[in-house]
């Protein structure tokens, strides 16, 4: 991938990687700041934690190769939906909305609604990881397949 031979969009994909596993971290309650910095990882949480990670890196190289793709479509046909493909489904369910304060903010402000929302996301967490994987991958794929699509020339032999 071309876009990761400049160190610019390397160290953006680790702040965004690195920022988006402490967002993770912090909705599944495995990282504390307050009263002493303490990470807790226990063992019915194992696997959340590797997907969180797995999807931290994935949105860490989708946002690379998205700012990439932005700074360099002078004649590609790219429209703005595949820059937000995959990265806002995977946000949502990556967050545990019933096991953080996410749910009593869904809760409080839909009322009924909000439960089922909580309750959806808070029973369905693991295979909602797997799709948003499965989503960041695919948006990896077809913006990198429109980057090389775009500089393919045509031959009439």
């Known amino acids: 991938m071309v876009f990761f031979s400049n160190w610019i969009y390397i160290a953006l994909a680790a702040v965004v990687s690195s920022t988006f596993w402490i967002i993770f971290s912090l909705f599944d309650q495995l ?19 590797i997907l969180s990670n797995i999807i931290s890196v994935l949105i860490g190289a989708v946002v ?6 932005f700074r360099h479509s002078k004649g ?29 903010l869904l809760v409080s402000t839909f009322g009924g609604l909000g ?8 029973n369905y967490q693991i295979p909602l ?8 991958i695919w948006a990896l794929y077809s913006v990198s397949n ?6 393919r020339m045509k031959s009439n032999v």
């Open 31 to 49: 990282l504390f700041f307050s009263p002493v910095f303490v990470f807790y990882l226990p063992d019915d949480a194992v696997i959340g934690f």
């Open 64 to 69: 690379s190769m998205n700012v990439y793709v």
């Open 76 to 104: 590609l046909k790219i429209n703005a939906a595949s820059f937000f493909s995959g990265s806002t489904l995977s946000v949502l369910s990556s967050t545990c909305a019933g096991c953080s304060s996410l749910g009593f």
């Open 115 to 122: 439960v089922a929302a909580s309750t959806f996301l808070s």
């Open 129 to 136: 990881r797997i799709l948003s994987v499965a989503l960041l």
């Open 146 to 151: 429109k980057l090389t699509t775009g500089c």
